[in-house]
Every structure is written in C-alpha cells, then in structure tokens.
C-alpha cells in the first residue's frame, strides 16, 4: 500500500502489515481454509494501512497505531469468520 500510495515502501510498513495479517487471522485461525487466510490478510492488510493514514486525519493521538493494527484487523478478522469459515 505504502508503494502505490508514496512511491517508497518502508520497513516499518511492512511489520505493519505483518502485525494486521496476524491480527486479524487469530479469532478465525481453526475454522478458514487456507486460501481464505490469505486472502483475509491481505485484505487486513490493505484496510489496517488505510485506517494508519486515517488517524492523521482525524487527528488521533495513536503512536503505536494500535487502533489502525488491532482494533480495525481484529474486527476484519472476526467479521470475515462470519462469511467464510468452514464448518468443522
């Protein structure tokens, strides 16, 4: 996202998008197949980057962008079980 958006893609982007993927894979990790749980990373991905640049907007005060990682993947994550999960 940061290389379409900037033209530069960072380190720090990169663990970000990390952090989301793992975030947002852990309520559904026993119950998708694996071809969802990529796919569900990268949309958590893509949408926790988007919530990061959000908070400039709105003028959040979140260093550690824990509401753009973990509140915004964690509900993906638990939304998308809803709609993909396997029955076990």
Known sequence: VEKIKDGKPTAVGAASGAVAGLVAITPACANLAPGFALLLGIIAGVVSAL????????????????????????????????FFAIDT
Request: hydrophobic letters at 55%.
């Open 51 to 82: 919530a990061v640049e959000l908070k400039f907007k709105l003028g959040f005060d979140d260093s550690l962008d824990v509401v753009g990682l973990h509140l915004v993947a964690g509900m993906i994550g638990t939304l998308y079980l809803g």
